[in-house]
């Protein structure tokens, strides 16, 4: 259990579990002879992913960010990713319940990180899996998925956030906003044009849930991005303004897709390389 204080603020890791994706996708132009070093992969040259979502406990309320890859999967996509599905089991074993959540916040809308926004009831209605919940996801984003470039046309599937558009219970953001006091967003562009971090802070300590900015310990160096990111070089000048901040004010960088380490200091060594520092 990954859990600790921030800060007047409890933060603690809930995975909806691990799936496989290609090791040359996940580390773009990097060599697999440089990547390999630092992490695993199987006789199909995949690396194990994790999905992680992070539940603020504030002491007033609840808020869990980004939602995994949930149980919707089409049987194709199933083939592909398998579908761990785990967080609400995950959640549960803790004892928090879906009514518990006050509010739900997405960085972006690819399947894997708002799959559990919404559930299938069984007479086939899409309903929202935290009843009580407000959700929040960048507008940017969902007009983006509403006509999705060919390229990533399979990350955007409209169940997971478009019946909470039609109902009004997702809140869309232009990015910079305060959602609650000390829980703010802001555009980190590179992955997508609209991806937005989740930025927490209470009593002077910051913890950022970077999403696939950097999506795990290995992806720190400014050079390591992923095949997937639709802006390659904007991925690079993001992370620079974010280390910018980041490191003299020594944030908690949570990094969605590691599968062991889901939070770290990322600081720089005497040799000018990034480093991630156990939390
Ligand atoms: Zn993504």
Not at 47 to 66: D, F, H, M, Y
Not at 102 to 128: A, E, Q, Y
Not at 143 to 160: H, K, T, V
Request: aromatic share 10%; with cysteine; hydrophobic share 35%.
């Amino acid at each position: 259990m990954h859990r600790l204080t921030l800060g007047d603020f409890e933060l603690s890791i809930f995975s909806d579990g691990t799936y496989p994706l290609d090791g040359g996708a996940f580390f773009g132009v990097v060599p697999k002879v440089m990547w390999s070093r630092k992490v695993k992969a199987d006789e199909k040259n995949c690396v194990t992913a994790g999905l992680n979502s992070l539940l603020i406990r504030t002491g007033k309320q609840t808020v869990l960010v980004e939602t995994g890859m949930g149980n919707k999967l089409s049987e194709r996509m199933i083939k592909f990713y398998g579908q761990p599905a785990k967080l609400l089991d995950n959640l549960s074993a803790d004892g928090v319940s879906p009514e518990e959540v006050d509010i739900v916040i997405n960085s972006h809308l690819h399947f894997d990180h708002c799959g559990w926004n919404t559930v299938r009831h069984n007479n086939g209605k899409i309903v929202p899996t935290f009843p009580r919940a407000r959700y929040f996801a960048p507008k940017g984003e969902w007009q983006y998925a509403r006509r999705p470039s060919e390229r990533d046309a399979i990350s955007y599937l409209p169940d997971n956030y478009d019946p909470l558009v039609e109902s009004g219970q997702i809140t869309l953001l232009k990015g910079g906003e305060e959602i609650i006091p000390g829980i703010s967003v802001k555009t980190f562009p590179g992955h997508t044009a609209h991806m937005q971090a989740i930025i927490v802070t209470s009593q002077g300590r910051t913890a950022c849930y970077i999403s696939d900015l950097m999506p795990t310990t290995a992806h720190i160096d400014l050079t390591w991005g992923m095949a997937f990111d639709l802006y390659p070089l904007q991925t690079i000048e993001s992370k620079k303004l974010y280390y910018q901040r980041a490191l003299p004010d020594k944030w908690l960088t949570v990094f969605t897709h590691d599968p062991n380490t889901p939070w770290a200091y990322v600081e720089k060594d005497d040799a000018g390389k990034m480093v991630a520092r156990g939390a």
